[in-house]
């Protein structure tokens, strides 16, 4: 049994569809962010970056997106949710979710989380403002690489359930998702699949 550490709207939703993807037997331990529990003693003795997703396994805890979806590709070879056989094609894989955590998700939390990067009012409205631009920037780029149904072409892949996270921040971020009709199809293609339907409905259920 595994445990993953999320919070409703945050980037662990991707951690959640993918273990649901993977038939992995686990549970929910959510966090209220606004209640900041998120900082409390007895998270960070889980996670001491006092952020999710975090994922308890048997051998200990793992954090960060890209580690916690390559391991269930990994721990779970049958579902065939990374090209494990492929090191280019991983490779490939790899770099696309690095980019969603290393850049898009970054750009993204300039809006909300400005207060990492600088304390001036002037310098976090400054960076607020930013966010359309960057967010657009980042999808444009993405928009040119969906070339089929998935991320990795017509394989489903521990990519597809971070694109969608992060595709519906879009319009919290003032970016229409329309703007990019083939990230807008891949996201209404994942909203079809039943681990993202019933992950995001474990997840509004409170």
């Known amino acids: 049994m595994y445990q993953l550490f999320f919070s ?75 090209p494990l ?20 998700h970054v750009a993204h939390a300039h809006g909300p989380r400005g207060s990492r990067w600088a304390n001036e009012p002037t310098s976090l409205e400054d960076m607020r403002r930013k966010v359309p631009e960057t967010m657009r920037d980042s999808f444009r780029l993405i928009e040119q690489d969906l070339t089929g149904d998935f991320v990795m072409g017509d394989r489903f892949s521990i990519a597809d359930p971070y694109l969608f996270t992060m595709s519906s921040w879009l319009k919290g971020d003032a970016v229409e998702i329309a703007e990019f009709p083939r990230v807008k199809a891949h996201f209404e293609r994942m909203q079809a699949r039943d681990a ?3 992950a995001l409905a474990a997840e509004a259920a409170g």
Not at 91 to 104: E, G
């Open 8 to 82: 409703p709207g945050a980037c662990s939703l991707a951690s959640h569809i993918t273990l649901r993807e993977a038939g992995l037997p686990f549970e929910l331990k959510r966090l209220k962010f606004a209640e900041g529990q998120q900082r409390s003693p007895d998270y960070l003795k889980v996670n001491p970056k006092g952020r999710v997703p975090a994922l308890v396994t048997p051998e200990g805890t793992i954090t960060e997106t890209p580690a916690i979806l390559f391991y269930i590709a990994q721990i779970a070879p049958d579902k065939k949710l990374a």
């Open 85 to 104: 056989e492929n090191p280019f094609e991983l490779a490939r894989l790899q770099a696309f979710n690095s980019f969603i955590a290393s850049t898009v």
């Open 196 to 198: 993202v339907r019933e």
